[in-house]
Each structure stands twice: as structure tokens, then as C-alpha cells.
């Protein structure tokens, strides 16, 4: 049991090193490095949101109606891994397709262009791999107990993904290239995501049970309050949290003035400081619940924003960085939790097992928060007087950059709150599926 949890577990090394990297330094490379337009990087994340409407519930939906002899998930996973992995390398090798010289591409329109069919493909591929990893979680892991376990190792390898993710560009960036990062992330998640396909294990109780029409799943799916509430939660904490790592470069580069070195320290501590801090929540929740536990962690979350509107010095933002890691944190493992009980509690609603559903529309929400994201801060750079790899920005780009980073989230949060007040699913009760397995669903 502890190697399957442990092996399966490892995949999300690899999809937190993909997410926070693309995340994090996709934008700065093309329009900071590059120097591609702002405006056209963010049409192009634009039209990759939309086209992401389109992936994840399509992908989740025939997931879960699909019948082999090798599962619901596995056979997604087998072919998805490797074209992913490439996938991600070509994102930040746009030279073999396009003339960059001193001021920018040669063309612009031809830079956009690579852009948007490289971030296409990786975020297609991303939904065939990750979705059906994820999917898996609530159907192998059916008790609270054996969630808040789970989780806690499944967020364990997604912090030291995106430490790697977040922490490790720069010093490569400073040595070798991003070109050489992607090159060797694609080769380490490749790893990964083969060596998690061991711990998988799927029921063919759910295989059998998930033949629900494509307009009764949406139906399920959209008028499920618990759900609606859940996804309205998870997309204002998660946009918050993707604010905070896209803006991220620009704030330390620019508003502390700090070397590729001190970024890397600076974020490096802010996971860190989680990955204990995981272990630390998935014991309150066991204590107190889940749901309480997400509300304690929010507070903190937000709380630990607010000194960054204020900060000036490097030490000072190294100080105020350890707080705001161990709220999110709890913020990581109790996501996972609460949208299983969704799942579960859908699964008496509907009688199927429709993980790929829920977690495609999940995951489009999530995925949809990176474009909003990237549409801000692109559109708030050209507005404000940004100019690539100027230290001495103008008081306006500044202020901006302290904003995206204290007061934007912290909003996205509150909003998060009010949405997560409204979560029906408090209390114990037992779990009776429509499979006949039993199980025990703690909320809070």
C-alpha cells in the first residue's frame, strides 16, 4: 500500500514542475527575454483558455466512459506521457521555428503564432496525462483517513515540484538557458509520470458503472451546488496563487532588485517552508475536518499577503515569505479532499463513478485562472510604463507589480471565502455508493 501511494504520488512532481514553470516563466521568457509583444502574448493565452473550455470536460467525459482491459485512466496516461513531455520542451525552444535577433523576433506575428500552437499542444496534452492521473485519486482513496494520507504525499512531490518548477529557472537560466531547462524538465517529468503508472490501481466496479450520456453528466455536473460552490472556491484561492507565482520574477527583479541567486532563495524557502506545513494541516484535518481546515488556511493565506504591499527590502520579503507558504500549504492538500466528497456525494446522485467530469471541469477552471492571469499582467505591464530588463522602472510599473502581488490576491481569496461559506457538505455521515462499497466521508 505505501509503495503504490508513494510511487502513484510521484506523478505530481511532474505536473507541479510543468504547471509552475510554464506558469511562472512562460510569459517573462517570451516577452521580457524575447522581447515579444505583451499584448500579443496575452491574445494568445486568451485563445488558449477558450480552447481549454473545450479540452477538459471533453477529455474527462470520454475518460470516464471509457471501457479496456487496461482501465478508465491508464491507457490516456500511456499515450499522453511522452508527446507531453515533448511538448513542454518546444514551449521554450521557439528559435528553430522563428528569427530572433537583439530587439525582438524578426516577426512578430510568427512568434505569436509558435506561441499559441506550442501552449495549444501542451495544454491538450497536459489534459490527457493530468487529468486522468488525478482522476484516479478519489476512486483509490475512499476514506478521509486514507485522503489526508494520500494527498499529504501527493502535495509533498508537488511542492518539491515546484520548488524545481519555480525556484530552479533562473540558476539554469543563468548558466545554460531556459532552452536547457525545458530540456531537462521534459526528461525529469517524463520520469516521473512512467514511474507513477506503477502505483496505479483502478476498480472495475467504476469502469462499469460510468455510462452516464454526455447531456445528463453536464446536467449532474452543473446543477450540483456542493460542486458549483467547490469550483468557485477552487478558481479565486488558485488564481490567487497563480498571481502570486507569475508576478513573482518581475517583483524581485524589479521592486527588490534581487539576482537570479536571491530569487531562487526566496522562493525556494516559500515551498519549503509548505512542505512540512503539509503534514502539519493533513493532521488538523483529520482533527477538525476538512472544510474548517480549508478556512483556517485560507485566512492565513490572505493575512500573509498583505505585508508585500509594504515590503522594500530583500530580508524583509524572505521574513514575510514563511507565512505565506504555510498557508498555502493547507490550501494544497484540502482541495483534493473536499472535491472527492464531491464526488462521492455525486456518486449516490448519479450511481456512476464520473471523476474524469468533475476533474475536467476542474481542471479548465484552474487552467482557465492562468489566462485571466496572464491577460492582467500582461495588459497591466503595457499600461504602466514596464520596459524589458530596465532596473529602474517608472513609480507606476512598480506599484503595479506590488499590487499584482498583495491586493489582487488577496481579493481573488475573499471571493474564494464567500464562495466556500456556501459548501453544502459539512458533517459525517457514512458513504454508501451505488457500487456497494462502503466507506466513511468526514467533512468537517
Request: contains cysteine; hydrophobic residues 55%.
Amino acid at each position: 500500500m505505501k509503495f503504490r501511494i508513494l510511487a502513484y504520488s510521484l506523478g505530481n512532481l511532474g505536473i507541479n514542475l510543468y504547471t509552475q514553470a510554464f506558469a511562472t516563466y512562460a510569459v517573462f521568457y517570451y516577452v521580457d527575454r524575447l522581447r515579444v509583444s505583451a499584448a500579443l502574448i496575452g491574445l494568445a493565452m486568451a485563445i488558449h483558455g477558450l480552447a481549454n473550455a473545450l479540452f477538459n470536460p471533453l477529455i474527462g467525459y470520454l475518460s470516464d466512459r471509457t471501457q479496456s482491459r487496461f482501465g478508465r485512466r491508464m491507457p490516456f496516461m500511456v499515450i499522453g506521457i511522452l508527446p507531453f513531455a515533448l511538448a513542454f520542451f518546444l514551449v521554450f525552444h521557439p528559435q528553430w521555428a522563428v528569427s530572433f535577433h537583439a530587439n525582438g523576433p524578426q516577426s512578430q506575428s510568427a512568434a505569436f503564432f509558435y506561441f499559441l500552437f506550442s501552449v495549444l499542444t501542451l495544454d491538450m496534452l497536459f489534459v490527457i496525462v493530468a487529468l486522468n492521473w488525478t482522476a484516479l485519486f478519489p476512486e483509490m482513496y475512499t476514506t478521509l483517513k486514507e485522503r489526508a494520507q494520500a494527498s499529504s504525499w501527493r502535495q509533498f512531490f508537488g511542492l518539491l515540484g515546484m520548488i524545481l518548477g519555480v525556484a530552479m529557472p533562473p540558476v539554469i537560466d543563468s548558466t545554460l538557458g531556459y532552452e536547457a531547462m525545458a530540456a531537462l524538465f521534459a526528461g525529469l517529468g517524463f520520469v516521473t509520470f512512467t514511474v507513477s503508472l506503477l502505483g496505479v490501481r483502478e476498480s472495475p466496479q467504476a469502469q462499469s458503472s460510468a455510462n452516464v450520456p454526455l447531456l445528463r453528466a453536464l446536467r449532474l455536473t452543473f446543477w450540483n451546488r456542493a460542486f458549483l460552490t467547490y469550483v468557485g472556491a477552487s478558481f479565486f484561492v488558485q488564481l490567487a496563487f497563480v498571481f502570486i507565482i507569475s508576478i513573482m520574477p518581475f517583483y524581485t527583479a524589479y521592486v527588490l532588485h534581487a539576482t537570479s541567486a536571491q530569487t531562487t532563495l526566496l522562493l525556494s524557502t516559500f515551498f519549503l517552508i509548505a512542505i512540512p506545513c503539509v503534514y502539519v494541516w493533513g493532521t488538523i484535518a483529520r482533527r477538525i475536518g476538512a472544510y474548517r481546515s480549508m478556512l483556517a488556511s485560507l485566512f492565513l493565506f490572505a493575512a500573509a499577503l498583505l505585508p508585500f504591499l509594504f515590503i522594500r527590502s530583500y530580508s524583509a520579503a524572505l521574513i514575510a515569505i514563511l507565512p505565506l507558504g504555510a498557508g498555502v500549504a493547507g490550501v494544497l492538500i484540502l482541495l483534493d479532499v473536499l472535491l472527492s466528497d464531491v464526488i462521492d456525494d455525486d456518486e449516490k446522485r448519479s450511481g456512476a463513478r464520473r471523476e474524469g467530469m468533475y476533474y475536467g471541469v476542474q481542471g479548465f477552471v484552474v487552467r482557465f485562472g492562468i489566462t485571466i492571469q496572464a491577460l492582467v499582467l500582461t495588459q497591466v505591464l503595457a499600461h504602466t510604463g514596464y520596459v524589458p530588463q530596465r532596473m529602474d522602472q517608472v513609480p507606476h510599473a512598480v506599484l503595479a507589480m506590488k499590487l499584482l502581488l498583495s491586493v489582487t490576491p488577496l481579493c481573488a481569496i475573499l471571493i474564494g471565502l464567500l464562495f466556500l461559506w456556501r459548501y453544502p457538505l459539512h458533517g459525517t455521515f457514512q458513504r454508501v455508493p451505488a457500487n456497494g462499497r462502503a466507506g466513511m466521508h468526514t467533512g468537517c
